[in-house]
Each structure stands twice: as structure tokens, then as C-alpha cells.
């Protein structure tokens, strides 16, 4: 049997696939029985979190262990095989060890370093073991990888890495400020009471803030979690437990939320953080994140820029006006008429709107696009905007190409008030409307946004040590596994020796009928010495040698040479396994 993972993780697949793809606990009870009852699976275990779903298996063929698992994960997951396929990677024996050790040191997190996985692990291996899907390979190959993992956090640097995904999150939400200064005296909602969700509240509780209120479908999760907070002696905070249904009262007052709850849908809509909001959000000229006003933006003191819509992302520009002595075209000779978008400048130019960018062909004096009485630029009729770009092509075709001119002038985006509510959400799939995005006065920080926001984050030399250590250990591991495999056919050799060794006592008595037991022993004990003797450096040679890449035929040398049963050598391994399993397990 051979070890397999099949799954998708945030490295492999986008954000809205993996909250597709999310499994809640009973589709994993699902997968996990449905998977040992497949042909090619002896035992499974699935590790699934907010950015990863996997399913680990012990299976006897490999290609079709790989269809199977492939096809149990599109089921349970709901997404077509046809489309989850693309985002599914397949580790396989040692790389397939590798993987988990890696998962387990918080090399593959979103966040680098990173220790909530190792409860994940652990939570995993345990449904794993009370559904009996975990024999002696996973039993063996998770335990290790918990070892593993908090063998790197102890002997490295590896938490100064990354933080916890939560903590991630509050810096992400904060602006990278420091969140003790961000949070102090603020008021929080925490929606869930999982792992996840406590990790927050404790983490705003340590960070200051006045209040937390903790909301719950289960009320008495709610409120062990708010009584926990309220006890705690590092902290000094107000914590108390609300029904979910006073969410939408309970957010009109908070200024952070963190939702991470297991709920199929959304928790949050757009329309319930919109009415949270109204009527919060300071008049008066905003600040930007850097605490800037508008006009103190780079490039303002140049002089005022033209804005399009704000869809469209540039700076527009007239088409008429004196016409600068490098550029070739007649523009005064084009009717006048507003500026129009950057795609419609690179139809024009015959180049692509990135290119554009660089090489502008208006003037500075033209007429800018008219603005609304917010003071908003307005979008071009696409009539107007198609036969400006006629006109001026007509021109362009005669000349060739538009030559360099000049940068493009500063974009002078609308201003957004400072966020009065921040929201944090941790859950896969989404608690939260993603179109909360787009409101007025609401900062948004989700799994697609902190992937996003991870991808260039540093990463510490402690991490080559880690991967250090994680080749070391799967190396081990390696060899241990294997010259576990070898195991059984020892035993059964050494069975049959002992077998012989009887047999041959036994007719030893019948021709010699008067041999006293003193001498019966002795002959006894002589030729176990014997057989011993031959068979002790067979039996610890092949084992080492086992123990090497690519040893595993010589369990099958060693059932040739001597003849041994293959039902003699399985019944010793499902005798080790059950006895193992007993073991971690404990009583069923």
C-alpha cells in the first residue's frame, strides 16, 4: 500500500473555487467513509481548512487512487470534476510525506509560519481515528507531522515568519498599523465561537479593545467564550454573548467585526453592513489611508488633471487645442470634442493601453470631460466617444503611430471617507458579501484580499531551516515506513523457522522416546540457537536495506527465497495494524 494526497489549496486554485469547494463537517464524514469504501483506499483522513481542502489516502494502485479520490472530492465538494481538475495537485509516497510536513511547519500557509495548522492536523487525525478511517500509515504519518510541525516552531525562528492568519488579518484591516494602537478602545462583534473566531476575540481582547460581543448560533458557545474573555487575567475587556439575531442591532454599534462561522451562506449581506453604516460617515473633506487629503495627493500641486469615470481608471484629454510641435497629427483639425478612456486612445494608436500610457497625444489646454455637480467626472456617450476615435484614426493612419510625448498626468480619483466600520472575515466559503467592498465607509479584509496580500510578504531565513528540518524528517520517515513494510515478512520468516525448529523436536522425541527433559531442552535450545544464528543477519540486513530508496522489493525477494505464504505474512500485518490501531484510537 502506498500513501496519496489528492487536493487544492490557495497556491493552486483562485478564492471563489476554493469557497466552492468548501466541505462543512458532515460532507467530510461523507467523503472520509465513502473513500475507505472505494476500491483502491484502506484508509483515508481529509484536512480541509479555510485555504485548503486535501484527502489523504492509503491506496494499492496509484492511477486509479488518483481518479477515485479525484471524483470523491468533486462530488462532495459539489464542483464538476471537469472544472475542479485544472486546480487538484496529486503528491504520492515520500512527496506526499514531504507535503504534510510542510503543511504542518506552515510552510504552505497563506500566511508563512503560521501555527493554527497544527490544530487543524490535529482535529483532522482525530475525526480520522473516531470514524476508523485511519490506520497504521495515517495514524503514523500525522502524529509524526505534529511532531514535526512543533519541532520547527521550537527550534527555529519560524514564527517571526508570519503571525497567525487572524493577526494577519487585524494588520490587513488596520493598515499595517499597529493594531494595539489601531484597536485600543474600540468596540468589537465576533460572529462564531470556533476555533478561529476565539483566536480573534482573544487577540482584540490582548490588543484593547473596550468591548466584544460574541454572537453565536449556540448560545452556550457564546457565552463559555464571553465568560472566558472576561476572566482572562492578561486582559481587561467587556465581553458579553448575544442570539444571531441581534447581529444587525449589535452592528450599528461596532466598529470591527470578525466573522468565521460554518454557515453555507452568507451571514452578512451588503444591504445589513450598508444600514450599519448609514449615517456614521464623517462630512467634510476624508482622509486617505495614509491620512492625506485629497489635494495633498502627488501630482496635485501640477495642476489639476481631467478625471473620467471612475470605471475607467485614467486621466481623459481633449482632442483639440494648440497642438504640440512633436506630434505630428492636425488636432486642431478633429471637431472638438470631449476626451475619451484609454481604450479608446489605444484603439486609436494601434498600441496597447498599458503602452498608451506612455505615450499621450492630447493636449494640455483641451476641454476636459464634463463633471456633475458632485464634482464627478461623466462618462462619454458612446456615440460621441466612437466617432471621436473615427476622426482621429482617419488622421493617425496617414502619419503612422502617435510618437512619445509625455507621462500621462495623475488619475484624480473621487475621494472615500475614512472607514467607520472594519470588517474581518475568516470564513471558506464567505460570511460576508463581497460587495461590502464597494461601500462607503467600510474596509473589507477577506481570504481573497489576505491571499492577495500575502503574496509578497517576506519571508525569514528561519525557513531554510525549517525545510531543512522537514527533509530530515521525511527522509526518517521514509525509511521508517519502509522498513515497516519488510516487517511482517520477517516475522512471518521467523514464525516459520520456529515452526521447523518444533517440528523437528517433535520428531526428535518420537525416535528417541527415553530422552530425559534435561537433554530435551538443551537440543531444544541449540538448534533455536542455530536457526537463529543463520537467520539474524538475513533478517537485519534486509531490513536496511529495505530502509533505502527503492527498497521495497526485497520483502518480495525475501517471500521467494523462502517460500513463505502471502496470506502469513498479510495476517501479521493486519494483526500489527489492528493492534496499532486499538492503540490510537482507544476504546471504540
Known amino acids: ?33 465513502d473513500t475507505v469504501a472505494a476500491e483502491p483506499a484502506t484508509e483515508a483522513a481529509v484536512l480541509a481548512t479555510c485555504n485548503r481542502i486535501e484527502l489523504y489516502a492509503d491506496v494499492d494502485k496509484f492511477h486509479a487512487g488518483v481518479a477515485e479520490l479525484s471524483t470523491l472530492l468533486a462530488q462532495h465538494s459539489g464542483v464538476g470534476l471537469e472544472e475542479l481538475t485544472p486546480y487538484l495537485y496529486v503528491h504520492y509516497e515520500d512527496r506526499a510525506v514531504h507535503h504534510l510536513f510542510s503543511v504542518a511547519c506552515g510552510l504552505d500557509s497563506m500566511v508563512v509560519g503560521e501555527g493554527q495548522i497544527l490544530g487543524q492536523i490535529k482535529d483532522s487525525l482525530a475525526r480520522a481515528q473516531d470514524l476508523h478511517t485511519a490506520g497504521r500509515l495515517l495514524n503514523d504519518l500525522f502524529q509524526q507531522a505534529l511532531r514535526v510541525g512543533k519541532r520547527a516552531h521550537s527550534e527555529t525562528g519560524i514564527d517571526r515568519a508570519g503571525q497567525s492568519l487572524v493577526t494577519f ?117 476624508p482622509e486617505d489611508a495614509a491620512g492625506r487629503t485629497p489635494d495633498a495627493r502627488p501630482g496635485a500641486a501640477d495642476g489639476p488633471a481631467h478625471p473620467r469615470a471612475a470605471q475607467a481608471g485614467t486621466a481623459a484629454r481633449g ?48 476641454p476636459g470631460p464634463q463633471t456633475s455637480a458632485a464634482g464627478l467626472a461623466t462618462a462619454l456617450d458612446p456615440t460621441e466617444e466612437a ?57 473589507l479584509v477577506d481570504i481573497e484580499s489576505l491571499a492577495d496580500a500575502s503574496a509578497d510578504a517576506p519571508m525569514a531565513a528561519d525557513v531554510d531551516q525549517v525545510r531543512r528540518i522537514v527533509a530530515d524528517e521525511v527522509a526518517a520517515f521514509g525509511a521508517a515506513l519502509r522498513a515497516a513494510h519488510i516487517t511482517p515478512t520477517v516475522v512471518a520468516l521467523r514464525t516459520m523457522a520456529a515452526d521447523v525448529v518444533a ?3 517433535a520428531r ?81
Request: charged share 25%.
Open 319 to 366: 482632442l483639440t487645442g494648440a497642438a504640440d510641435e512633436n506630434c505630428p497629427l492636425d488636432l486642431p483639425a478633429v471637431q472638438a470634442a470631449p476626451g475619451f478612456s484609454v481604450l479608446g486612445e489605444a484603439a486609436v494608436a494601434g498600441m496597447p493601453a498599458a503602452e498608451l500610457e506612455q505615450h499621450a497625444a492630447w493636449v494640455d489646454n483641451a
Open 1 to 33: 500500500m502506498s500513501l496519496l494526497v489528492v487536493g487544492l489549496s490557495h497556491r493552486s486554485a483562485p478564492v471563489s473555487v476554493l469557497e466552492r469547494a468548501a466541505l462543512h463537517l458532515d460532507a467530510q464524514v461523507k467523503l472520509l467513509q
Open 503 to 505: 517440528g523437528e523436536i
Open 169 to 285: 488579518g487585524l494588520e490587513q484591516l488596520s493598515f499595517g498599523a499597529d493594531v494595539q494602537e489601531w484597536a485600543r478602545g474600540k468596540k468589537a462583534l465576533v460572529i462564531g465561537a470556533g476555533s478561529m473566531s476565539s483566536l480573534a476575540a482573544a487577540t482584540l481582547a490582548r490588543a484593547g479593545v473596550a468591548e466584544i460581543v460574541v454572537a453565536n448560533r449556540t448560545g452556550e458557545r457564546a457565552e463559555r467564550l464571553a465568560q472566558i474573555l472576561s476572566d482572562g487575567d492578561d486582559t481587561d475587556v467587556l465581553a458579553r454573548a448575544v442570539p444571531m439575531n441581534a447581529v444587525p442591532g449589535e452592528l450599528t454599534r461596532a466598529d470591527v467585526v470578525v466573522s468565521c462561522t460554518g454557515a453555507t451562506g452568507l451571514v452578512l449581506t451588503a444591504e445589513a453592513v450598508a444600514s450599519a453604516v448609514r449615517g456614521r460617515i464623517a462630512e467634510g473633506t
Open 508 to 588: 526428535l522425541e518420537g525416535r528417541l522416546p527415553g530422552l530425559d527433559d534435561k537433554h530435551r531442552a538443551e537440543i531444544t535450545q541449540t538448534v533455536k540457537r542455530v536457526v537463529d544464528k543463520l537467520l539474524h543477519a538475513p533478517t537485519v540486513r534486509v531490513k536496511q536495506l529495505a530502509a533505502e530508496p527503492g527498497g521495497a522489493g526485497y520483502a518480495d525477494a525475501l517471500r521467494t527465497l523462502f517460500d513463505l505464504d502471502q496470506e502469513t505474512v498479510a495476517a501479521v500485518s493486519r494483526a500489527d495494524n489492528d493492534s496499532e490501531n486499538s492503540k490510537n484510537r482507544g476504546p471504540a
Open 387 to 443: 466617432e471621436a476615435i473615427a476622426a482621429l484614426a482617419a488622421l493617425a493612419a496617414t502619419v503612422g503611430r502617435i510618437p512619445e510625448r509625455r507621462k500621462p498626468e495623475p488619475v484624480a480619483e473621487a475621494p472615500r471617507p475614512a472607514p467607520v466600520l472594519f470588517v474581518l472575515d475568516l470564513a471558506m466559503p464567505r460570511d460576508v458579501d463581497a460587495a461590502a467592498h464597494r461601500l462607503t465607509g467600510v474596509r
